[in-house]
């Protein structure tokens, strides 16, 4: 069990928006296991259902580079966003992503490739900026989609140059029709993953475990309302018809055309161009995701100082 210490409950109410007291509580109760007091707090309703942990603090670039019926993403990161906007970062950023097609999702094999403007490998060429820029630069990721007949369209949000942003994405569309106006579906479809975050493709493609938490915390919000089993079972299965469409990108509302789903918009390709069009696949990468920038505590730093 561990400890529920001020610095775990500062951390549940960041990442939850619950009081402190309720926070505390929450851990008490739950042997200070962060993900459990997460859910206790949503079924009292203290708590958002989506409130996510922490803040993407990492700074760098995403590169985007299509290719046809393929196409990828690459995070490059630094130590502040003042270099992600200097010309040699975002050269070099522009270059590995031109490499990584070949990588094809692979970002060891990505970092052994030769750049060809200074001949060094991926990683070498990095550790070469590093003594130009002054700040710590590091190839973090690389993700890769394709289709045997279709396209890989592509959206960059927050774009700092051609192809180069905070937000990356990548969608698959395959078909056998018009390959440019499968590119223009195709980036309507990405700048909505931009906005709306999917968690899955399709409802099967989602994990069946997050239904089943989903699943767990509203039927006990439902049965704290004192109505009878069967009109909670009914109020638990709408909760789980929202959930999917907030979570799954077929089902969701398109931001394009709120008039229709993302599915209807695919149905819409196919009509049109006389041919089957399937929404295969996408990838959606926001830069410093997973990452945490440290937090200066400027009281705790001036009370070492004082002390030292």
Same mark, same amino acid.
């Given at each position: ?12 109410? &960041?990442?939850?928006?619950? @009081? #402190? #007291? ?12 962060? &993900? ?12 958002? *259902? ?33 270099? *992600?906007?200097?010309?040699? /970062? ?12 070949? *990588? ?23 550790? %070469? ?21 279709? =396209? ?46 999917? %968690? ?13 938490? &989903? ?26 018809? !929202? /959930? ?11 931001? =394009? ?5 993302? !599915? %209807?918009?695919?149905?819409?390709? *196919? ?9 295969? @696949? /996408? ?11 440290? &937090? %200066? ?12």
């Amino acid at each position: 069990m561990a400890q529920v210490t001020p610095a775990l409950v500062k951390q549940l109410r &960041e990442q939850s928006g619950a @009081g #402190m #007291m309720d926070c505390k509580k929450a851990l008490e109760e739950n042997g200070g296991d962060i &993900e459990a007091a997460t859910d206790w707090l949503r079924k009292k309703g203290l708590a958002a *259902a989506a409130k996510k942990a922490g803040r993407v603090a990492a700074e760098g670039l995403i590169g985007l580079a299509l290719e046809g019926p393929k196409g990828v993403l690459v995070e490059v990161n630094s130590e502040t966003d003042f270099v *992600a906007r200097n010309e040699t /970062f975002q050269s070099l950023v522009r270059e590995v992503t031109a490499l990584a097609l070949s *990588a094809e999702g692979d970002v060891e094999k990505l970092k052994t490739l030769t750049i060809p403007s200074s001949g060094l490998p991926v990683e070498q060429a990095a550790q %070469q900026a590093i003594g130009v820029i002054g700040e710590n630069i590091t190839v973090r990721r690389t993700s890769y989609l394709a289709v045997q007949e279709g =396209v890989v369209a592509g959206y960059m949000h927050s774009q700092a140059a051609p192809g180069l942003g905070k937000i990356g994405v990548l969608v698959a569309l395959q078909s056998k029709g018009d390959p440019a106006r499968l590119a223009e579906v195709g980036k309507q479809i990405a700048m909505h993953v931009a906005a709306a975050n999917p %968690q899955a493709l399709d409802i099967a493609s989602i994990d069946p475990t997050l239904v089943d938490r &989903e699943r767990a915390i509203f039927a006990d919000q439902a049965k704290a309302s004192g109505k009878p089993d069967n009109i909670v079972e009914k109020m638990v299965e709408g909760r789980i018809r !929202k /959930f999917y469409e907030e979570a799954v990108l077929l089902e969701q509302v398109f931001v =394009v055309d709120t008039d229709k789903r993302v !599915k %209807q918009v695919v149905e819409a390709a *196919a009509k049109e161009l006389g041919t089957p069009v399937a929404l295969v @696949g /996408f990838i959606r990468l926001a830069l410093g995701e997973g990452l945490a920038k440290e &937090e %200066q505590d400027l009281a705790s730093e001036v009370a070492k100082l004082t002390q030292g």
